[in-house]
């Protein structure tokens, strides 16, 4: 754990007030991202990191308003660039904590060859990807997360696209860690943050969240009383997946490798499919599911742990080098092979 810079061994004591900038906070009125940036603020205490110690990093959206509104270090790069200056700067100092924050059009759009490569390599940032199937900032239009056939202001005969999972892309591309949660459930939102953040490694959360502007109850299916009862699945590792009403629990089997829907009191529990966290093939399957034929599950879909990160494959093979070359000498490097001097 970090320490209080200049208080060797001390733990930070913060509040939530403490990671509030003094910027106003300029997104529409009843937007969703106003419970992200609660959830957050209120989450930095409890990781015990000095505020110094850490980074937002954002593309370009409405979502990559998040450094200005953290009381900590941030950068607000490029469109769906973050991911390349996240990696940048854990390559230049390992031992800070970053996040990036981005959206579904920033990281999975013009971002998302940067989304994948920094999944796949491992490299310990917490990347936070607020979805609310639609361009928010530039005012409407279909994303890659939009359903297929959705009407927008450029898709006005609906969307021929057939929508991108991030969960599956986050899984598909090697991230160690895939979560998912929703923006108006506060307290499995933190519990979700919570685990992103301590994990080693590239985690990734996705965040369903409310544009209440262009693309109003998007997951009306997780905020509808009735709907989200039927359709919620909480996911607990080690646990039988069931969802559904108390008098009439519903659970998944596995008939072969596809998952089926069967009500849990026609089933021994033995039959009812158990959730492994620790199991890529486990969250594929998982991050697939949706409704009405499916629950949809919400919570830790992957959490794999010991694995070593980008960075410190890195720093190893730089430690060897200058064992075995010795120290560098950029001078020399510059004025090394075919050089000239113009008169």
């Known amino acids: 754990m970090s320490t209080v810079t200049g208080a060797p061994g001390a733990t930070p004591k913060y509040s939530k007030k ?6 106003d906070v300029r ?13 957050v603020q209120k989450t930095m205490p409890d990781l ?6 850490i980074v937002f990093i954002s593309g370009i959206g409405c979502s990559s308003r998040f450094p200005y509104y953290m009381n900590t270090y941030g950068f607000h790069t490029i469109h769906g660039r973050a991911p390349a200056i996240a990696t940048g700067l854990k390559l230049a100092r390992p031992e800070l904590k970053v996040f990036v924050v981005t959206g579904d059009g920033d990281g999975l759009s013009i971002g998302g060859n940067h989304l994948l490569h920094v999944l796949r390599r491992n490299v310990d940032v917490t990347i936070l ?5 639609i361009y928010g900032l ?7 997360t939009s359903e297929l056939g959705k009407v927008t202001k450029s898709t006005p005969m609906g969307s021929a696209d057939r929508p991108i999972s991030p969960c599956s892309f986050a899984l598909a591309a090697g991230a160690t860690f895939v979560a998912r949660t929703v923006d108006r459930n506060i307290t499995h939102m933190e519990e979700m943050l919570k685990r992103a953040a301590r994990h080693k490694g590239a985690a990734f959360v996705e965040i369903l969240q409310n544009c209440n502007v262009y693309n ?32 009439d629990r519903r659970g998944l ?20 499919w158990v959730h492994d966290a620790g199991d890529r093939a486990t969250a594929m399957g998982l991050a697939q599911l949706w409704a009405p034929d499916f629950p949809i599950p919400l919570g830790t879909l992957l959490d794999l742990q010991q694995e070593t990160t980008y960075e410190e494959i890195l720093i190893q093979q730089e430690q060897k080098a200058i064992s075995d070359r010795g120290p560098g000498d950029v001078a020399k490097l510059l004025t090394s092979g075919e050089t000239w001097k113009i008169g």
Do not use: M
């Open 18 to 23: 403490d990671f509030e900038s003094d910027q």
């Open 48 to 53: 015990g990191i000095p505020k110094e110690d």
């Open 138 to 144: 530039t005012k409407g239009q279909y994303s890659p």
């Open 27 to 39: 997104w529409c009125p009843g937007c969703g991202d106003y419970a992200i940036l609660s959830a």
């Open 129 to 133: 990807l607020f979805n609310n199937r």
């Open 253 to 272: 089997v596995l008939d072969g490798l596809k998952p089926k829907v069967v009500k849990v009191k026609d089933v021994p529990e033995s039959q009812l």
């Open 216 to 247: 109003d109850l998007a997951w009306n299916v997780l905020y509808d009383k009735e709907s989200k009862v039927l359709h919620e699945c909480r996911l607990e590792h080690g646990k039988p997946i069931t969802f559904g009403p108390a008098d």
